[in-house]
């Protein structure tokens, strides 16, 4: 869906609830507004020539998040807007009131996620989280190509556990070889790296679009294409992508996609996106299949064949609150914009970068360079232990993430619409209290 289609859909609903009528409206029908008093200053009239300071005001008032603290780990878990949970809890009800699944709704998501995420509708499917979508990927590509003992798979260093352990397992239970690699800060780097890895027995890699440790962006349209002239499949982990930046598949060309929607789109808790392009589809076999995986189905003739769309990978009674959900967040990023929300996140995460240099002991461990970072800054501190810096914050009211992949003993933030630049300030306040207090 287009974001200005989208916008109109999200301020329909709005308006409707500043105007006191007992429903507003999404791509999925009506739903019943629970209403709160904010959201009615959040409506057209109020986005058109005003600053931007009082536009993301706006866009902070439709978040329930408790301003008792100052959240700053959307790249662990994204807090929804009142819109997402309006649409998924009124969306259960619905489901209840009739007891009926809903699942036509998939296919009306799946088309506005499709265009999202710059893919055909049926190269989408949807799952509970990244981890489920890359176990897809990873069990699916295994059982096709016919992965056995001694063939290699290529990942790095920085892999959230998520997209690293369907990779391990593979190991475990065939005996698949894992290829590590130490990922820098310098993209051209990165691919030699990875290409220097390469051997014979290589079948594929899988690295994350942005790592959740650091925030290294890497060059994936680069790497996929180098990766495919060598015959190999190309799997990217985009958890710590998509909501945070605009972001075209078919122009990245890679093979396979996961992603979460409870992260940067603000979606849902239990949802999420894999993405498997048509020209790999015979190179992938669906490990667990049910209900809607079949293209044709006949027990008493003994007969199965597969869906040739990604979502063969979506069997059995689903919940469609939560993809309602789903379509809702992505909804209202669209009505922001993604690339207004890209340049938001990247604002507050250079602005920080910037004055946390500045104070003693603390160095910046993720790039300036936008090309190469966006909306999260790691930071470690000289002397102090990362876990104890978390907890020291925590208890100052801010939430952040420790980072203890692959020994980097860091800090993280992750910025994101619903977070401003005064809040930023607060953060470096503390931080300078903190080292100043440790003496």
């Given at each position: 869906m287009s974001e200005s289609k989208s916008r109109r859909n999200f301020l329909k609903g709005i308006a409707t609830t500043a105007a006191g009528l007992p429903f507003l409206m999404n791509d999925a029908g009506p739903v019943r507004a629970m209403g709160h008093p904010e959201t009615p200053a959040f409506k057209k009239s109020a986005l058109e020539g005003i600053s931007n300071e009082k536009f993301w005001k706006l866009v902070r008032a439709e978040f329930p998040l408790t301003h008792e603290r100052i959240y700053f780990n959307t790249g662990g878990l994204g807090p929804s807007p009142r819109y997402v949970i309006d649409a998924t809890t009124q969306m259960m009800l619905r489901i209840n009131e009739i007891s009926e699944t809903k699942h036509y709704l998939f296919d009306k998501i799946r088309k506005q996620a499709a265009e999202f995420v710059g893919c055909d509708t049926d190269e989408l499917a949807f799952t509970r989280n990244a981890t489920e979508g890359m176990n897809i990927i990873a069990r699916g590509a295994a059982q096709a190509m016919g992965l056995k003992a001694g063939d290699e798979i290529i990942t790095t260093t920085h892999e959230h556990p998520g997209g690293a352990m369907p990779w391990l397992g593979l190991m475990k239970d065939l005996g698949v070889k894992i290829v590590l690699m130490d990922p820098v800060s310098d993209p051209d780097e990165n691919i030699a790296r990875l290409l220097k890895r390469v051997s014979r027995k290589t079948k594929g890699i899988s690295i994350s679009h942005v790592t959740c440790t650091l925030g290294y962006k890497f060059p994936v349209k680069e790497i996929c294409r180098a990766v495919?002239?060598?015959?190999?499949?190309?799997?990217?982990?985009?958890?710590?992508?998509?909501?945070?930046?605009?972001?075209?598949?078919?122009?990245?060309?890679?093979?396979?996609?996961?992603?979460?929607?409870?992260?940067?789109?603000?979606?849902?808790?239990?949802?999420?996106?894999?993405?498997?392009?048509?020209?790999?589809?015979?190179?992938?076999?669906?490990?667990?299949?049910?209900?809607?995986?079949?293209?044709?189905?006949?027990?008493?003739?003994?007969?199965?064949?597969?869906?040739?769309?990604?979502?063969?990978?979506?069997?059995?009674?689903?919940?469609?609150?939560?993809?309602?959900?789903?379509?809702?967040?992505?909804?209202?990023?669209?009505?922001?914009?993604?690339?207004?929300?890209?340049?938001?996140?990247?604002?507050?995460?250079?602005?920080?970068?910037?004055?946390?240099?500045?104070?003693?002991?603390?160095?910046?461990?993720?790039?300036?360079?936008?090309?190469?970072?966006?909306?999260?800054?790691?930071?470690?501190?000289?002397?102090?232990?990362?876990?104890?810096?978390?907890?020291?914050?925590?208890r100052r009211k801010l939430r952040l993430r420790p980072v203890g992949e692959h020994h980097i003993d860091a800090v993280r933030v992750s910025f994101h619409v619903f977070n401003r630049m005064e809040e930023v300030d607060v953060l470096l306040k503390n931080i300078r209290e903190m080292i100043e207090r440790a003496g």
């Open positions: 495919h002239d060598r015959g190999l499949f190309c799997a990217l982990d985009g958890a710590q992508v998509v909501g945070m930046f605009p972001l075209d598949l078919h122009e990245i060309g890679c093979d396979f996609y996961t992603t979460s929607g409870h992260k940067w789109l603000l979606g849902p808790k239990g949802t999420g996106m894999v993405y498997i392009r048509k020209g790999i589809r015979d190179r992938f076999t669906p490990e667990f299949v049910g209900a809607y995986s079949n293209k044709k189905y006949d027990l008493d003739e003994l007969v199965l064949d597969y869906k040739d769309s990604a979502d063969a990978t979506e069997y059995g009674t689903r919940n469609s609150a939560l993809v309602v959900g789903l379509g809702a967040a992505m909804d209202f990023l669209n009505t922001i914009g993604m690339t207004r929300v890209a340049e938001h996140g990247a604002k507050l995460a250079t602005h920080f970068k910037t004055e946390v240099q500045k104070i003693k002991n603390v160095s910046v461990l993720t790039p300036m360079d936008l090309n190469t970072s966006n909306s999260i800054a790691t930071f470690k501190i000289k002397g102090m232990n990362y876990n104890a810096a978390v907890q020291e914050l925590g």
